[in-house]
T-cell receptor
Framework: EPEVTQTPSHQVTQMGQEVILRCVPI?????FYWYRQILGQKVEFLVS????????KSEIFDDQFSVERPDGSNFTLKIRSTKLEDSAMYFC????????????FGQGTRLTVV | SQKIEQNSEALNIQEGKTATLTCNYT??????LQWYRQDPGRGPVFLLL?????KEKRKERLKVTFDTTLKQSLFHITASQPADSATYLC???????????FGKGTKLSVKP
């Protein structure tokens, strides 16, 4: 069964450092997303990406964040200067169509900022 | 702004019983609603999607109802098993690009 894969599974970084989280969405999917989940909290939408550009972003997704699809398979989330409050699980997701279909989530990257 | 509430943070039931989880939403009229399962330290896994014109949807031991008048969805697991123990998330499609709003989830524990 096709799946979304994320690397690394766990990343520890110093405050102020840049991190790049990587995702390989399902190959025939067109819509890509990043979500995050702070420990004990709900899953929160960060950004959606379609046709090689950001289609929607939440208020969490400020100038410190960026996304890229550098080739036909990878989808990355970059945090330029990490803060302690960026510590969370980050999930990549993809959907075949915009609506009326399920989202497939990766297993997540646990980001710990120290 | 749109809000989703899953009324119970935790639900403990005995194996073999039916678990019923509730999802309420406000300030929104979604065309459809989804339920996901999340195990500790893992990503959400899709279970069921129900459209606004569907009253009920079933898949094996799972059943979802959707009442757009009450702005509520119920999620049932019949003949529950310890393996059903997980957190169950309700999600609505919010944006024009298919991003989801999630409830905080209900942690279900099924005791043998």
């Amino acid at each position: 069964e096709p799946e979304v894969t994320q690397t690394p599974s766990h990343q520890v970084t110093q405050m102020g450092q840049e991190v790049i989280l990587r995702c390989v969405p399902i190959s025939n999917h067109l819509y890509f997303y990043w979500y995050r989940q702070i420990l004990g909290q709900k899953v929160e939408f960060l950004v959606s990406f379609y046709n090689n550009e950001i289609s929607e972003k939440s208020e969490i997704f400020d100038d410190q964040f960026s996304v890229e699809r550098p080739d036909g398979s990878n989808f990355t989330l970059k945090i330029r200067s990490t803060k302690l409050e960026d510590s969370a699980m980050y999930f990549c997701a993809s959907r075949e169509r915009q609506k009326n279909t399920e989202a497939f989530f990766g297993q997540g990257t646990r980001l710990t900022v120290v | 702004s749109q809000k989703i509430e899953q009324n119970s943070e935790a639900l403990n039931i005995q194996e073999g019983k039916t678990a019923t989880l509730t999802c309420n939403y406000t300030n929104y009229s979604p065309a459809y609603l989804q339920w996901y399962r999340q195990d500790p330290g893992r990503g959400p896994v899709f279970l069921l999607l129900i459209r606004e014109n569907e009253k009920e949807k079933r898949k094996e031991r799972l059943k979802v109802t959707f009442d757009t008048t009450l702005k509520q969805s119920l999620f049932h697991i019949t003949a529950s098993q310890p393996a059903d123990s997980a957190t169950y998330l309700c999600a609505l499609d919010r944006g024009s690009q298919g991003n989801l709003i999630f409830g905080k989830g209900t942690k279900l524990s099924v005791k043998p």
